[in-house]
């Protein structure tokens, strides 16, 4: 098998200040670098993994960008993980919608600090069922923003 790296050095933009390899030609809509042989695509940040490591990702695992860039193709850039590791990144590194900015949240930041501080449990206007219908939303989604297993974020 030829070499990922050896095969395609002319579509690689090596010298990036942030050491990222660049794939520069036949990217996908995301951003991620892909070839086409024998018309099955293939995604560049995988070859170039298997390329270094002699294998590639398990079932059920993926490789991940430890740099954020989905163009980039340095082996020293990617990591093998779950799919549930690579959603908590996106979480952490801020890539992710979250709260209000989530495309249908009825709730701001704002209305998530005023339901914490005027929520009063067994009280007949501020308890779930009435915050909820003050601000048009579940009673469920209250309950979870006040054990904060939805909404963590907000402080």
Not at 23 to 44: E, F, I, Q
Not at 77 to 96: E, F, K, Y
Not at 119 to 133: D, E, T
Not at 138 to 151: A, C, E, N, S, V
Request: charged share 25%; hydrophobic share 35%; proline share 5%.
């Amino acid at each position: 098998m030829i070499d990922f790296f050896s095969r395609y050095e002319s579509r690689i933009e090596v010298g990036a200040p942030s050491g990222c390899w660049l794939w520069s030609a036949g990217a996908m809509p995301d951003g991620y670098g892909c070839v086409r042989p024998n018309g099955r695509t293939l995604l560049t940040h995988r070859l170039a993994y298997e390329a270094r490591h002699g294998v590639g990702a398990a079932s059920g695992h993926l490789v991940r960008h430890r740099c954020d860039t989905p163009a980039c193709v340095n082996p020293d850039h990617l990591v093998i993980g779950t799919p549930a590791q690579n959603s908590r990144d996106a979480v952490d590194r801020g890539r992710m919608a979250r709260g209000e900015k989530v495309a249908g949240s009825r709730l701001t930041e704002t209305d998530v600090r005023a339901i914490r501080a005027a929520y009063v449990p067994h009280s007949k206007h501020a308890n779930q069922r009435a915050l909820a219908r003050h601000y048009g939303v579940d009673q469920g989604t209250i309950m979870q923003l006040l054990l904060r297993k939805t909404w963590r974020h907000v402080v």
